[in-house]
């Protein structure tokens, strides 16, 4: 079982960034996979970006060039840097874990971006 809390949403006017983060309450170094998700209103959660064990990652097109998604093993800890902002990003983001074939999420954590 792993539990993953976020923080670090809140309110940003276009342009600006934040850092979210998503704490592990279990070592990650063995997590193969692990990525953040968001949920716009009225819209099905879609995939931000992902990082493996191994370092690779992948990216939404969306998000391609202004997202930085990262893992520190040490801390137990994901990260989604995200800078220049739109609007377009508003959403509750999720964090997610999978281990042994399991889907692991946080509870979410909103991000507005005002225009």
């Known amino acids: 079982q792993v539990q993953l809390v976020e923080s670090g949403g809140g309110l940003v006017q276009a342009g600006g960034s934040l850092r979210l983060s998503c704490a592990a309450s279990?070592?990650?170094?063995?997590?193969?996979?692990m990525g953040w998700y968001r949920q716009a209103p009225g819209k099905q959660r879609e995939l931000v970006a992902i990082?493996?064990?191994?370092?690779?990652?992948n990216y939404a097109d969306s998000v391609k060039g202004r997202f930085t998604i990262s893992r520190d093993n040490a801390k137990n800890t994901l990260y989604l840097q995200m800078n220049s902002l739109k609007p377009d990003d508003t959403a509750v983001y999720y964090c997610?874990?999978?281990?042994?074939?399991?889907?692991?999420w946080g509870q979410g954590t909103q991000v507005t971006v005002s225009s």
């Open positions: 279990t070592s990650i170094s063995n997590i193969n996979r």
């Open positions: 990082i493996t064990s191994g370092g690779s990652t």
């Open positions: 997610n874990a999978y281990l042994l074939w399991t889907n692991f």
